[in-house]
């Protein structure tokens, strides 16, 4: 009889009904994949060959496969819920066991381990402290320590300087002063078309040649306006102004301000008019605001040099000459020669009959060699004469002039002394915020900025705290407003917070501009920052974890890694939406891999993937299964029922 195909519908219905109800049941677990029963028929075993008249037995369950189809991904609040759209399972850690999951619920336990609601581990590529990689995958441990900070290195400042600027009227101007009084009733002066030339450079951009009117001029005021008119019918009319003290010394003036501020002379006229044959004025000035005397030779000497015993005779301030024994020798360099006068110098000794302390040598950067006063002031002066020998007037072309330092010059402090400013917040090594200023000064020459810098307010490195001599940087503009050169300046600071001593920092310029337009600042930047506090999470598409911190940083904490298999219906189920690989799983495909890459899909934080399972198609699967169950139930009675007609016949 057919028992036995009824019962075996009967079962499998069973079996159906219980994979439905179990898909129904889940329809609200994320990452849950839906099963269905999948069927076959049985057939009695023969010996012999199939026949045409044989009957099946009845079904059996063949397998229950689950459906790793997507499911719909839907937004929480959680940065942790990860969802994976596409294909990939999570990998997780029982201590050491592992499972797979398409449940992407996850938050960090005590330790800072990334785990599910068991408590199960989330594994991928680990970071240090630092945000480095350990070089080995594991369970992902989160650090929730604070950002390192970072000294700043580079400072940008794109600006614009107003090219309408004037040098400010507090810096000082070039002054070219006479040693004595030219002339006198006593002692008249004669010029003819011989010896009237006076050539003059200003601001080492423009050069002309007065001629002074050919004439004996026995007093001051007519030899000074005589020169007056002779500059004045030349390009340097404004540029340049004769005067002449209560003793008659005659002056010439740069009516222009500013450190590169300065007047050669030069010509048959200078010598008669006892102005230094091509002297140039250069004016040193300090930041207490108060200048100091220098010279500057005008000739530079061809190293190396060989010069005999000379003596020098140098007065300072008002007082006395003092004779400087220079011994002879050769010179390979002019630093060599320049620490061999400062010897010099200091070896007369200190005090009011010597130079120690009073006398700066040095050489400028063309190798001139620079006597300059140590005393700021406005009664400042030095003067260089030879003694025996011809060393400073010949060999290194001293002025013998007295250059007369004048009060005022460039001064954080003084508005006056500078264009225009500004200023951004940069870090040291411990992460303590200063503020950086820079200061641009507009010089006597065309399309010229001095740019000055300063840390805290404090004393700018430009200058030279020992002897007030200023070194600012000097940048260079085109005639269409472009910046030229240099367009980075390096500056250094002292730092007293603990952090590293010196605060190094490269100033970019780049982009600059020098227009007829007002001052302005169009971008500052800094590459410093302070420490910070973790104040979030974000996990990238890739798998990345990182921590935001207040500092505006972020830091790699870890990397979830995928892992996908050839055929996932191969893995069993253990309940807690995890799955276990087994040999029918087959290879893994693309194991411990990145998302987004090869066949592995990504992820999308703060989402969940939500149940594969249709309610619709279930509960119409439901009422197949039921119908299916009813009809198998039925064919039992009936055979049931043929069975008793048969107990029945007599």
């Known amino acids: 009889m057919a028992f036995q195909q009824g019962l ?15 898909n129904v049941s889940n329809s609200g677990t994320v990452g849950f994949k839906e099963a269905s029963a999948q069927f076959a028929d ?88 630092k945000g480095l990689p350990s070089g080995v995958g594991g369970d992902i441990q989160l650090s929730f320590g604070d950002a390192d900070p970072k000294a700043t290195t580079d400072a940008g400042y794109t600006v614009n300087l107003d090219s309408r600027s004037a040098s400010p009227k507090s810096l000082t101007q070039a002054l070219l002063k006479g040693t004595s009084t030219p002339v006198s009733s006593s002692a008249p002066l004669s010029f003819t078309a011989a010896n009237n030339d006076l050539t003059i450079t200003v601001d080492g951009e423009t050069t002309a040649t007065a001629k002074i009117a050919a004439s004996t001029y026995t007093d001051t005021s007519s030899l000074v306006a005589a020169i007056q008119t002779a500059i004045d019918q030349t390009t340097l009319k404004g540029r340049v102004t004769a005067s002449s003290d209560s003793s008659g010394i005659i002056t010439l003036n740069s009516t222009h301000g500013g450190r590169l501020s300065s007047l050669d002379v030069s010509g048959n006229a200078a010598m008669q008019l006892n102005l230094a044959p091509t002297a140039t004025a250069i004016m040193s000035v300090s930041g207490s605001n108060a200048t100091y005397a220098s010279l500057t030779g005008t000739v530079v000497p061809a190293y190396p040099l060989t010069i005999p015993a000379s003596v020098m005779n140098i007065a300072v301030d008002g007082g006395s000459a003092v004779a400087v024994s220079v011994p002879a020798g050769t010179y390979a360099t002019a630093a060599v020669l320049a620490t061999a006068l400062q010897a010099a110098v200091d070896a007369t000794g200190a005090g009011s009959s010597g130079l120690r302390g009073k006398v700066v040598v040095g050489t400028n950067p063309s190798d001139a060699i620079t006597f300059s006063s140590a005393t700021a002031g406005g009664t400042s002066k030095i003067v260089v004469s030879d003694g025996s020998g011809t060393l400073a007037g010949t060999t290194l072309g001293i002025p013998t002039f007295a250059a007369t330092a004048n009060t005022g010059g460039f001064s954080i402090t003084d508005p006056a002394s500078y ?27 065309a399309n010229k900025w001095d740019v000055y810098t300063s840390l805290d307010g404090g004393f700018p490195p430009e200058i030279d705290p020992a002897t007030g001599l200023h070194s600012p940087t000097t940048v260079s503009f085109d005639s269409n407003g472009g910046l030229l050169t240099p367009k980075t300046i390096s500056t250094s600071y002292t730092v007293t917070t603990g952090a590293t001593k010196a605060l190094t920092v490269t100033v970019d310029l780049t982009n600059s501009t020098q227009f007829g337009n007002s001052f302005g600042v169009a971008k500052l930047s800094q590459n410093g920052y302070k420490p910070g506090s973790l104040s979030g999470l974000t996990v990238e598409a890739d798998g990345t974890i990182l921590g935001n911190f207040s500092n505006g940083q972020s830091r790699t904490m870890g990397q979830v890694l995928l892992t996908n ?45 939500e149940s594969n399972v249709d309610l619709t198609s279930e509960l119409v699967n439901m009422i197949t299964q039921q119908r299916a169950y009813q009809a198998n139930a039925q064919s039992i009675k009936t055979q049931d029922q043929v069975l008793q007609t048969l107990v029945n016949l007599r």
């Open 8 to 22: 075996s519908g009967l079962s499998i219905a069973s079996k159906a009904l219980d994979a439905i109800s179990n």
């Open 42 to 129: 049985v057939f009695a075993a023969s010996l012999s060959a199939g026949s045409a008249t044989q009957v099946g037995i009845g079904a059996s369950v063949n397998k229950v496969s689950q459906q790793f189809t997507q499911g719909n991904i839907s937004t929480s609040s959680n940065t942790l819920d990860l969802a994976v759209n596409g294909a990939g399972f999570f990998r997780m850690s029982d201590s050491g066991t592992i499972t797979y999951s398409r449940n992407g619920q996850f938050h960090v336990d005590k330790e800072g381990y990334v785990v599910n609601s068991s408590g199960l581990r989330l594994t991928g590529n680990t970071y240090d402290a």
């Open 419 to 445: 264009t225009s400013t500004t200023s951004q917040t940069v870090y040291d090594s411990l992460g303590n915020p200063h503020t950086q200023s820079l200061y641009f000064v507009k010089t006597a020459q």
């Open 565 to 609: 298999f050839r055929n996932p219906n191969g893995l069993v189920s253990v309940g807690g939406n995890q799955w276990q690989w087994t040999p029918d799983a087959g290879a893994v495909d693309g194991a411990g891999a990145a998302p987004g890459t090869g066949t592995l899909g990504v992820l999308q934080s703060a989402a969940i993937e």
